[in-house]
């Protein structure tokens, strides 16, 4: 018979936060693919009507569950809780493979502290579940930009436990330094690493390890958000699906003039497309006017139909951003 006065074992969370397109799914991928990382749960928070992260994770872990169309701190925070206390139920049924933490992606507009109130203030989940890390994403590229024009810039690095620097291979060395220097002023007491290109896994992933909050790093609660689904500033955001395979030239020189049109407004393209010629499904994924080269999903990975676009931007409608633009 189990002893009722044994203390209950709580299940460790790693949250990872990090601006729109700061690197946050790349790390998740390489931290999950690594063994000390395995058998792990993870809560994908998705901002739009189409969700895509959790197909980049494909394969990278038994359990992903999405939360879609709201910033998880806002409008999905009810859903989070009520993902986190189906885990919990169905891996004590044995309806999910056993897993050892819970990871959750965050949108990249999301405050921690509404997440980190809940967590500990939901019965169940504050008793089955113990925070273990927040881990947040950097870019080094726009990162000065977006600490002056993002305030949950600001509320995402002084929450987080450590610190990653994403894309410092392409980053301004002078912008890079001064980037550091403001984010030990705001967070002294974070670990600060540095990633450039495929993030590093070395000396992260027995962060995973922790059974709870580390005692180096004061939480401190930013003003709680406002509710509502897209509450942070004027963000908007839609879908556009695909007929058909596109052409890569084709699709390519349009959203190159969609990002060359608007700039910084568009702060974040991502989708999956199909390309005339190629049975691969491929990533597409642009941040702040800056087009990434189309990256091809792993093989056997799922695609919908010929694909989608999903685009976030500062209060631009979808048809001032299309204006009769064809892909």
């Given at each position: ?41 993870v ?31 806002c ?56 925070m273990?890390?927040?881990l ?18 600001l ?59 580390s ?12 509710p ?8 908007t955001?839609?879908?556009?699906r ?12 349009t ?18 497309v199909?390309?005339?010629g ?14 990434s ?9 799922p ?5 989608f676009?999903v ?17």
């Amino acid at each position: 018979m189990a002893d009722p006065t044994a203390p209950i074992h709580r299940i460790p969370v790693v949250l990872l936060t990090g601006c729109l397109g700061s690197g946050k799914t790349t790390l998740l991928r390489a931290l999950l693919r690594a063994p000390e990382a395995a058998n792990s749960a993870v809560l994908v928070n998705e901002l739009g009507a189409v969700g895509l992260d959790h197909h980049l994770l494909w394969g990278a872990a038994d359990t992903t569950l999405v939360l879609e169309n709201g910033c998880v701190c806002c409008s999905a925070q009810e859903d989070l809780a009520g993902a986190l206390e189906a885990l919990f139920w169905q891996r004590l049924q044995r309806k999910l493979p056993r897993f050892d933490r819970v990871v959750i992606e965050t949108t990249g507009i999301a405050h921690p502290a509404g997440i980190l109130d809940m967590l500990a203030s939901r019965a169940l989940v504050a008793e089955r579940y113990a925070m273990a890390l927040v881990l947040c994403t950097v870019d080094a590229v726009f990162g000065l930009q977006q600490a002056h024009e993002q305030p949950e810039f600001l509320a995402q690095v002084c929450a987080a436990d450590a610190l990653v620097l994403t894309k410092t291979d392409i980053a301004d060395p002078v912008d890079l330094a001064a980037l550091e220097r403001l984010l030990r002023q705001r967070n002294p007491a974070a670990l600060l690493r540095r990633s450039a290109g495929q993030a590093p896994v070395d000396g992260w992933v027995g962060l995973f390890e922790a059974g709870g909050r580390s005692s180096r790093s004061p939480l401190v609660h930013p003003a709680q958000p406002q509710p509502g689904a897209l509450a942070h500033r004027s963000i908007t955001s839609f879908a556009v699906r695909f007929g058909a395979a596109a052409s890569r030239a084709s699709l390519e020189a349009t959203l190159a003039r969609i990002l060359q049109r608007h700039g910084a407004r568009i702060l974040r393209i991502k989708g999956i497309v199909k390309v005339a010629g190629d049975t691969r499904a491929w990533v597409v994924q642009a941040v702040r006017g800056r087009l990434s080269v189309l990256e091809p999903l792993g093989v056997g990975a799922p695609a919908q139909d010929a694909g989608f676009l999903v685009f976030i931007t500062a209060g631009l409608p979808r048809e001032d951003v299309l204006d009769g633009q064809v892909f």
